[in-house]
């Protein structure tokens, strides 16, 4: 069916109470795992690259691999640009064929963000592309973006509606507490926010920093409105302890495609916990 905007996806999910998880991919077997447990799972699927896997791949690369895992599915597949800060990129990525990008302009004031979340949202509007962007400050570290716990901001429920309303963006992913990367313990996640800023917007919510989130609490964040998870670290980690692994039992193993076998079974199993967490199992 080829690449799908993640809109209407995101919509559904809200409406309908369940979360669609975003993977992070910065390989080839990466991205064939994760198409392979959304079609045995039955669920909906958003693949992801960061600024940097474009710059490690090429964006060409990722639209065209990201092109034929959609074409050659059965579940609806959308293409996400994650944080991002720079706008020509971003417009780059769009034209290329990316179906969903991140304005990341959290780092700013309120009204700074507003006008370049604003600004991108015009360009996508046009070419039927999603856009997301941040209010608060997600902690934790993603790619070159580095935010320390004591500069973690929390989202203000009332600036998300005021900045949904002056943007018009049709996904908002506000800070309730997450972190990126693995958590060093419990996440101090506000569920009381997450209620108010779904109570008070119409738009899908998005979670950041999925990797590391305790099961019941991810299955509360969802209920609660969250319509989809961003999971990067946990899937990149599951991946590389399977090549390690593979090595430890074999070191004179050499071809590729021997050990990212393994690898991508890793993968493609993580990923498919992490659909049935968020409960997105059979809603393709």
């Known amino acids: 069916m080829g690449l799908v905007s993640s809109t209407p996806l995101l919509q559904e999910a809200r409406k ?10 910065h390989t080839l077997e990466m991205m064939q795992a994760v198409v392979d447990a959304a079609e ?19 964006m060409d690369y990722l639209v065209a691999c990201a092109r034929v895992a959609a074409e050659k599915a059965t579940v609806p597949i959308a293409l996400h640009l994650d944080h991002c800060q720079d706008f020509d990129l971003i417009v780059r990525c769009m034209r290329a064929g990316y179906t969903s990008v991140m ?3 959290s780092m700013h004031p309120f009204e700074e963000n507003v006008q370049r979340t604003k600004k991108v949202v015009e360009v996508a509007k046009a070419l039927g592309v999603n856009v997301e962007a941040e209010l608060g400050k ?9 935010v320390d716990e004591a500069d973690a901001l929390l989202a203000d429920p009332l600036e998300c ?7 018009g963006v049709p996904t908002l992913a506000p800070a309730i507490g997450t972190a990126h990367g693995i958590y060093k313990g419990e996440p101090n996640i506000d569920f009381h926010r997450i209620e108010e800023i779904y109570n008070r917007v119409g738009i899908p919510l998005v979670l950041h920093g999925g990797s590391g ?22 899937l990149k980690n599951a991946f590389s302890e399977s090549i390690k692994q593979s090595f430890l039992n074999d070191p004179s ?12 079974e890793a993968v493609k199993q993580l990923a498919k916990q992490k659909m049935e967490l968020c409960g997105c199992f059979g809603r393709a």
């Open 16 to 25: 309908n109470g369940y979360g669609i998880v975003a993977f992070n991919v």
């Open 253 to 264: 193993e050499l071809d590729p495609r021997k050990y990212m076998v393994p690898a991508k």
């Open 161 to 167: 509606v005021e900045f949904i309303e002056r943007t």
């Open 138 to 146: 997600v902690g934790g570290v993603e790619d070159d973006i580095v």
């Open 213 to 234: 989130i305790p099961a019941e609490q991810v299955r509360r964040c969802v209920s609660l409105g969250m319509a989809k998870m961003n999971v990067a670290t946990e």
């Open 40 to 58: 045995e799972s039955r669920s909906p699927l958003i693949l992801q690259s960061t600024v940097g896997t474009v710059k490690h791949l090429g």
């Open 103 to 105: 304005i990341d302009a």
